[in-house]
């Protein structure tokens, strides 16, 4: 549909200010309403306007507390304004800029992640989840329909916001969409919170990751008849995680969901056991088999921090150190390429009993939450940056950029790493970055 039945092109309204909406193109329907591309000034944002029958004051109400409260995080297209107009409504939101694409395309293989992007992506979706949870408010409806992906990071941007109430409470009425909801909202047991949010957050990471759905086996390839019955049996009465370490009835049908058993090998355990977690436990014990976001960030960060490109091909390589101690060796997984790889020097940080292993590439930064446990906020100032010499670029080093001393160990002897300075990388070296131990292991 190239034209919306709402509105026509160059239709004015007033908004907020004294200013004036001009609607300049029509971006899409859904079931709730329709989307316009307007401007305000001299910008242009986004405009859903509600069908007829989703006109509804408690609609309007919460839209204008969402306004209120202000987005979690730049990645939510957040309601900025409710517009009224011959005793109607719509809200302005911010206009998805156009290198994002529609995330099924990557479900459809119209664009793909590599390890870095795909890292990238659910981090971010876990965080900006974990904001809106930190604010008593729970989305309701997350799925593909809802998100936005830039292709060439991995960023992502989250839409439809007008869902979001506060945990335990549904203003427009929204269940969800099959394959997202926890099984007790599609049986009906549930209303969507906070709880089923973390069951869907898992679902489409699940998708991003393996491409294929978590509960989606043998028993969805042999369905003859997909409806409603089919559906509420694979995804609330009858659910079945199809690489449960119990019940091997729905594992991948052959030739047919052969993405989820490629995949499904290449991830450390780290990020398997999360979901077998949620998609065993979870299915039934909503509060204690689901993985909070925070459990989510420190996987996917540990993930990040583990990869390094196949120095023959390029390709993304995950360092798992469990994997390597017990190998001893590591190959790249191209088909093309699968040579036995160099391993890259390696950050070994000590904090209490937590060990991680950051690999040292030649843009790597250290963070915060690497050397304080429980640290979440990723923004700001890095710690620490790798730093080429400018004597003998071969040469590397690691740059304090903390505004405290650094005290690193070689051959004996100790010296401060002041704030900007750096120290170079050799086997052995330990620093004390005072709130965590380290060594670079080569």
């Known amino acids: 549909m190239d034209s919306g039945e709402l509105f026509k092109i160059g239709f004015q309204m007033p908004v907020a200010a004294g200013q004036k909406c001009v609607v300049e193109k029509f971006l899409g329907a859904g079931g709730q309403g329709e989307v316009y591309q307007v401007k305000v000034g001299a910008e242009s944002y986004a405009l859903k306007w509600y069908f007829k029958q989703n006109q509804k004051k408690d609609l309007k109400e919460s839209l204008e507390k969402l306004v209120g409260i202000g987005p979690p995080c730049d990645n939510f297209l957040w309601p900025m304004y409710v517009v009224e107009c011959k005793g109607q409504f719509g809200y302005i939101m911010g206009l998805r800029p156009s290198k994002y694409e529609k995330s099924q395309k990557l479900l459809d293989r119209k664009f793909s992640l590599s390890y870095t992007k795909a890292a990238n992506a659910c981090l971010q979706l876990a965080d900006s989840f974990r904001k809106l949870h930190v604010k008593g408010l729970s989305y309701q409806d997350i799925s593909w329909g809802n998100l936005f992906i ?20 549904s203003v427009a009425g929204i269940g969800g969409t099959y394959g997202f909801m926890a099984p007790e909202v599609v049986r009906g047991d549930k209303r969507p919170d906070t709880y089923t949010d973390l069951f869907s957050l898992a679902a489409l990471m699940f998708q991003m990751l393996f491409l294929e759905h978590p509960l989606n086996g043998r028993r969805w390839a ?51 056991d999360g979901f077998t977690k949620v ?24 993930l990040k921090e583990s990869l390094f490109p196949c120095p023959y091909c390029g390709r993304d390589i995950i360092y798992d150190h469990d994997e390597y101690i ?84 070689s051959g004996g002897t100790t010296k401060d790493v002041t704030p900007g300075s750096a120290f170079v990388l050799s086997r052995g070296v330990s620093i004390d970055f005072n709130s965590a131990q380290g060594e670079i292991i080569i």
């Open 279 to 302: 998609f065993t436990l979870g299915l039934t014990d909503r509060e204690n088999g689901r993985l909070m976001e925070e459990e989510w960030i420190d996987a996917f960060r540990r």
């Open 222 to 272: 042999n369905i003859a008849c997909w409806d409603d019955i089919a559906k509420k049996k694979l995804y609330g009465t009858d659910p079945i995680f199809i690489f449960d370490p119990n019940n091997k009835t729905n594992r991948p049908e052959p030739g047919v969901q052969d993405n989820a058993n490629i995949f499904w090998r290449m991830y450390p355990s780290y990020i398997r």
């Open 326 to 409: 017990k190998t001893g060796g590591l190959t790249c997984w191209g088909s093309k390429c699968a040579r036995q790889l160099p391993i890259p020097p390696r950050l070994g940080i000590k904090t209490g009993k937590r060990e991680r292993y950051v690999v040292l590439n030649t843009d790597t930064k250290i963070y915060t939450y690497q050397l304080k446990p429980h640290e979440y906020d990723e923004g700001g100032k890095p710690a620490g940056e790798m730093a080429q010499s400018p004597n003998d670029p071969k040469k590397w080093g690691l740059r304090n950029l903390t505004a405290g001393n650094w005290h690193y160990t």
């Open 150 to 169: 830039n292709p060439a990071n991995g960023d992502i941007l989250i839409c439809d916001n007008d869902n979001v109430a506060p945990h335990g409470q």
